[in-house]
């Protein structure tokens, strides 16, 4: 009892609100995790209750609109919680182990809610009648879909969607600075998970025009998402990541960019 009072009377009073981030962190990244998960069945219309096309028919003027207003929504907020100078203020107000779950947390609600209110657009643009082809490109597709998931193993899985940040502080750890790496992959092309991104949602045996505007918006996002994510990663690691992008092309991997 003496000996547990000496060593020092902080760590009780810390040990609740270091368990309920640990707590909360975990309902993001399961809320991340389904949702990654309903997005593949949403994407290639399987498996899954409402897809892309699927779902309340309207004219093609409220489609379109809804449809932009929500990838913007999306790509607002992932683009504007990711800056540095967004985090150094919100962090006034939540607290920094749990600043990647909540932005986590938010990815998730967003793309929830365009799972949710998604118009479907079906005219088709094209379609692979030939049954082998069509098996090939939707497995093209699930290709995409596995670049993705080992690309973030390969960076740093449980860092990108906050467990590493909410277990480190219910450890009392400090987290340790970010690193810069080139697994794999990354020795090929400097954005696998994006170009995963791209392959899982132009490889469409049946291309509807609804699905044709989710491929194109999000390939036109991940560009702008690419510049200011190189930005940072130049701020962060210096002239280490402009020789990269010197050696290793941005998205193809057979020819180099700079
Ligand atoms: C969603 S991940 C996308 C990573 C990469 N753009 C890709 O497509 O594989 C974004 C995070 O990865 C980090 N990141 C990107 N490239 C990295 C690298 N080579 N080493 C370490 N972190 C990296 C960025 O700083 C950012 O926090």
Same mark, same amino acid.
């Given at each position: 009892m003496t000996q547990i009072q000496s060593i020092s009377p902080e760590v009780p009073a810390n040990r609740m609100p270091r368990f309920i981030g640990f707590l909360y962190g975990l309902v993001a990244y399961f809320a991340f995790f389904g949702t990654i998960l309903y997005a593949i069945g949403f994407v290639g219309g399987y @498996?899954?209750?409402?897809? #892309?096309? $699927?779902g309340q028919e309207s004219s093609v003027t409220e489609a379109l609109a809804v449809n932009l207003l929500l990838m913007s929504l999306f790509a607002v907020q992932h683009s504007v919680m990711a800056r540095k100078q967004f985090k150094e203020w919100w962090t006034q107000y939540v607290p920094k182990p749990v600043e990647r779950s909540t932005y986590v947390l938010f990815a998730s609600l967003c793309l929830m809610l365009l799972f949710w209110q998604w118009r479907p657009m079906? @005219? #088709?643009?094209?379609? #692979? $009648?030939e049954p082998d082809v069509a098996v090939t490109v939707a497995t093209l597709s699930l290709g995409g879909w596995v670049i993705v998931f080992t690309s973030t193993f390969l960076i740093n899985h449980f860092e990108l969607f906050g467990l590493h940040q909410v277990t480190n502080n219910l450890t009392g750890h400090e987290m340790p600075p970010p690193r810069f790496r080139t697994p794999l992959y990354y020795n090929f092309v400097r954005h696998p998970i994006y170009l995963g991104f791209i392959i899982a949602f132009w490889a469409a045996p049946t291309m509807t025009v609804g699905h044709l505007l989710f491929a194109a918006v999000t390939t036109a996002y991940i560009f702008v998402g690419i510049f200011l994510e190189e930005h940072d990663l130049v701020e962060m690691f210096g002239d280490e990541y402009r020789q990269y992008k010197q050696r290793v092309s941005? =998205? =193809?991997?057979w020819r180099k960019s700079a």
């Open positions: @498996a899954v209750p409402k897809t #892309i096309d $699927s079906p @005219a #088709i643009v094209w379609q #692979i $009648s941005m =998205l =193809l991997p």
